[in-house]
């Protein structure tokens, strides 16, 4: 039972309750950073990271570095030198989690690109209690 519950929850909060047509909820977004790169990422999750990945046209012209705002936690300096470049961003806390995506160019300066703000919320809370001899699920949604 308990894993309908926890399947319904999610699938509750995945719905736009309040679009006309309910539609869904999309589960990632894009951003244009210039006319070279744009980078995709998990906008919505309940797992314990998300995925941010680089697309670049212009390959060792950038080099990217994420902050989180929240835990301090750093990529480091992450090269852009393939098509496509996967990060994946730890998600500790339980609802938003801010990150701050820095673009640096090829002297480690920062480039033209700039600094760009994320956020990604942790969507789905599971608390299991016990109350009155039953277990009680709890769902907590951000």
């Not at 308990?2 to 047509?21: L, N, Q, R, Y």
């Amino acid at each position: 039972m308990t894993a309908v519950a926890v399947g319904a929850s999610i699938f509750a909060e995945s719905i736009d309750w309040k679009s006309d047509m309910r539609d869904r909820k999309p589960t990632t977004s894009v951003l244009h950073v210039g006319n070279t790169v744009r980078f995709k990422y998990d906008s919505r999750t309940s797992e314990p990271e998300a995925r941010l990945v680089f697309k670049t046209a212009e390959r060792n012209v950038y080099s990217a570095e994420v902050r989180s705002t929240d835990t301090g936690w750093t990529s480091g300096t992450i090269p852009l030198k393939d098509d496509q470049t996967q990060v994946m961003l730890p998600l500790s806390l339980k609802g938003i989690n801010k990150f701050n995506v820095l673009f640096l160019d090829d002297s480690g300066g920062s480039s033209k690109l700039g600094e760009h703000v994320i956020k990604i919320p942790m969507n789905l809370h599971v608390v299991l209690t016990k109350a009155w001899r039953k277990d009680i699920i709890t769902i907590y949604q951000c």
